[in-house]
């Protein structure tokens, strides 16, 4: 069974309200209990059903909502500091600068719909990209590594920005951890 995360480090944060964070956080631990729910009916369930069809198809969106909130909150920090090391070159390297690359990054966050912003990494060619991922469980390119992840659902910025998606995600850039974004880049 999982546990939810604690992300409580995270209230102060400049640019998010401790109100849209504890709310962030509780629609979190709802996908934590529902996964652990699905988990324990399917096992109870007959394969070959639908209900079994159904339950199965469900559990992907709820562990992957588990998932990329867990990616998400872990790559923010309360103090951002700009990238450095192997992630800010290879960044440099595809998209000419880190500026050119946030540019290219903010435009798919900036994209109307509800869903993430991933900057993935395919260990297999080397190759990073700014990805859309519309719901939870459709959009993922397989076999990448999430790096870095923005949430651009509707409840990770309305209460504080109402409409102002843009605001948010330049309150999102001044709380990235780019430490743990290097990590993960390094470990992929």
């Known amino acids: 069974m999982y546990e939810p995360k604690k992300f409580d480090h995270l209230l102060g944060t400049p640019g998010f309200s401790d109100e849209l964070l504890k709310n962030h956080f509780a629609l979190y631990e709802g996908y934590v209990k529902n996964t652990n729910l699905l988990i324990d009916l399917l096992t109870t369930k007959e394969p070959n059903t639908p209900a079994y069809a159904?339950?199965?198809?469900?559990?992907?969106?709820e562990f992957n909502g588990m998932r990329l909130h867990e990616l998400y909150f872990g790559n923010m920090t309360t103090v951002s500091r700009v990238p450095e090391g192997t992630i800010k070159d290879k960044l440099s390297s595809i998209y000419g600068s880190i500026e050119e690359w946030k540019k290219n990054f903010m435009a798919v966050g900036a994209m109307r719909g509800i869903g993430?912003?991933?900057?993935s990494f395919d260990k297999q060619?080397?190759?990073?990209?700014?990805?859309?991922?519309?719901?939870?469980?459709?959009?993922y390119l397989a076999g990448t590594t999430p790096l870095l992840v923005m949430?651009?659902?509707?409840?990770?910025?309305?209460?504080?920005?109402?409409?102002?998606?843009?605001?948010?995600?330049?309150?999102f850039f001044k709380a990235?951890?780019?430490?743990?974004?290097?990590?993960?880049y390094a470990s992929s």
């Open 151 to 171: 949430d651009v659902f509707e409840h990770a910025f309305m209460l504080d920005y109402g409409l102002k998606r843009a605001d948010y995600m330049e309150a």
């Open 54 to 61: 159904e339950l199965q198809r469900r559990f992907g969106w």
């Open 116 to 119: 993430w912003t991933i900057l």
């Open 125 to 139: 060619n080397g190759e990073l990209f700014n990805i859309w991922i519309n719901e939870h469980d459709g959009g």
């Open 176 to 184: 990235i951890d780019w430490q743990e974004v290097e990590k993960r």
